[in-house]
């Protein structure tokens, strides 16, 4: 059964920092991997998609990596911005249903001034 | 930019009414979600819809459950007769065929 984790639960920076997000899946096998931002009470923000075939997707101050194998995936953040605060959530696909999501707890990241 | 939009974004009910939760996915996108998010929980899967039927459910969604694409812009989720422990967020998404999952901003049911 595919299980989403994500460390730490919590982080804070200062501003400037760069820092890394954590998640792991234990079923390797997965079509792609979805990195989401959430804000208080608010919807999920889709932020980076990385395909099972990728490495690899940056976006702006983002970049985020998967490892298959390993069954690991980063989102790191550069030169974080206190706008930058939010939950970050990762999710992969649950067997070969595209849109229906496992997601992990998210890591709520608060950056200071 | 084309976004999924929820209505209402907050709903108070008495425990056992009926409650409709509405969305309108993007206009092209064929694969529709509901989720939900009990505070400080995880975002659950609750049912996906394609070409007018349930594809998924999961088991959460119960009788008590049932989605609807009346038109061919809204997409509702139906709680006939809502639990203490259906307050949550309620999640809308759509993906075209493949690819990301877009999310609607939510709506909050508390249910007293």
């Known amino acids: 059964k595919q299980e989403v984790t994500q460390i730490p639960a919590a982080l804070s920076v200062p501003e400037g920092e760069n820092l890394v997000l954590n998640c792991s899946f234990t079923?390797?096998?997965?079509?792609?991997l979805q990195w989401f931002r959430q804000d208080p009470g608010k919807g999920l923000t889709s932020l980076l998609l990385?395909?099972?075939?990728?490495r690899e997707q940056t976006s702006g101050r983002l970049n985020a990596s998967l490892d298959k194998s390993s069954g690991r995936s980063t989102l790191y953040i550069a030169a974080s911005q206190p706008g930058d605060s939010a939950t970050y959530l990762c999710?992969?696909?649950?067997?070969?249903?595209?849109?229906?999501?496992?997601f992990g707890k998210g890591t709520k990241l608060s950056v200071k001034p | 930019e084309p976004e999924v939009t929820q209505t209402p974004s907050h709903q108070v009910t008495q425990m056992g009414q009926e409650v409709i939760l509405r969305c309108v996915p993007i206009s092209n996108h064929l694969y529709f979600y509901w989720y939900r998010q009990i505070l400080g929980q995880k975002v659950e899967f609750l049912v996906s819809f394609y070409n007018n039927e349930i594809s998924e459910k999961s088991e959460i969604f119960d009788d008590q459950f049932s989605v609807e694409r009346p038109d061919g812009s809204n997409f509702t989720l139906k709680i006939r007769s809502t639990k203490l422990e259906d307050s949550a967020m309620y999640f809308c998404?759509?993906?075209?065929?493949?690819?990301?999952?877009?999310f609607g901003e939510g709506s909050r049911l508390t249910v007293l």
């Open positions: 999710a992969v696909p649950r067997g070969g249903s595209q849109g229906n999501l496992i």
């Open positions: 998404a759509s993906i075209l065929e493949a690819g990301e999952l877009f």
């Open positions: 990385i395909q099972s075939s990728q």
């Open positions: 079923d390797s096998a997965i079509y792609n």
